[in-house]
């Protein structure tokens, strides 16, 4: 079992940056893939960035490409999203996700087959 714990959400004005932080504990996740969603107010929780065991392959949403960047260290347990130049439509709930599988798993990440933090808010005001 895996418990996450997200940190570092805020308020903060456009333009500006933010660094969210998951740190998880249980067991290591340096064998499980990693990622990043977020839920803004009265829609659907959406992916943001994920992350591979090693680190060499990244995917983002095309809404924040370029801007944030999801890093993970395996010594620590944690896995990072940096977020700059942020826009009024990052303002969500984010959740940081651990696939149960590990290594690699093609399966959308879901309720079922990941571990997912409680959330942090992240506001951009203008």
């Known amino acids: 079992q895996v418990q996450l714990v997200e940190s570092g959400g805020g308020l903060v004005q456009a333009g500006g940056s933010l660094r969210l932080s998951c740190q998880a504990s249980g067991r290591t996740i340096s064998t499980l893939p990693l990622a990043w969603f977020r839920q803004p107010p009265g829609k659907e929780r959406e992916l943001v960035a994920t992350i591979s065991c090693s680190s060499t392959l990244t995917y983002y949403a095309d809404s924040v490409k370029g801007r944030f960047t999801i890093s993970r260290d395996n010594a620590k347990n944690t896995v990072d999203l940096q977020m700059n130049s942020l826009k009024l439509e990052d303002t969500a709930v984010y959740y940081c996700?651990?696939?149960?599988?590990?290594?690699?798993?093609?399966?959308?990440?879901?309720?079922?087959?990941?571990?997912w933090g409680q959330g942090t808010q992240v506001t951009v005001s203008s």
């Open positions: 996700a651990a696939k149960k599988v590990e290594f690699y798993d093609s399966n959308p990440y879901s309720n079922e087959n990941a571990y």
